[in-house]
């Protein structure tokens, strides 16, 4: 099979690469391009481990062919921190113990983000609406709607 190029933009810097026409978003950003953040837990969209912000979008990244990417915008978890500073979902997760084994995590702190830019107030039953296509084996919810209603205090305040 051929290769597809495709120039896309992933968080914020200029991208270019080939793939093959049936190669996910996914392996794409695993293989490809390095950004090992998004996780495959399931294949099939069910888990959200593999979530990324496509032109505004949260999408599972593993139902997206890399070349659909061609002359959009993506935001993976890679983009959430700015150097040594982490965004302020990443750091109320920390403070909340929101996480445990870490496969999860990017999914739901992408989710949440996109949740937050939609609704920079939500309640408690909204966020959990919000998460509702991520699931996690772990932690439980509790701990992750905590720590996501304190960095929606926080973001406002900023």
């Known amino acids: 099979m051929a290769g597809v190029a495709v120039s896309t933009t992933i ?9 093959q026409p049936d190669e996910t ?28 912000i496509l032109d505004n979008r949260l999408v599972c990244s593993c139902l997206v062919l890399g070349a659909e990417a061609e002359g959009r915008q993506v935001e ?36 949440a983000k996109d949740l937050l830019a939609k609704n920079p107030s939500p309640t408690e039953e909204e966020i959990r609406f919000g998460l509702a296509g991520n699931l ?7 701990k992750i709607v905590r720590a996501l ?10």
């Open 11 to 19: 968080n914020g810097d200029h991208v270019e690469y080939l793939c």
């Open 149 to 158: 209603q304190d960095a929606a205090n926080v973001m406002k305040g900023a």
């Open 136 to 142: 996690c084996r772990c932690t439980g919810y509790d």
């Open 76 to 111: 993976t978890i890679e983009g959430m921190a700015h150097g040594d500073q982490l965004h302020p979902l990443q750091q109320k997760f920390l403070e909340h113990a929101a996480l445990q084994c870490g496969i999860c995590t990017p999914g739901f702190l992408i989710a």
């Open 25 to 52: 978003l996914l392996d794409v950003l695993r293989d490809r391009l390095g950004l090992t953040g998004a996780k495959e837990g399931c294949g099939t969209g069910d888990c959200g481990a593999c979530s990324v």
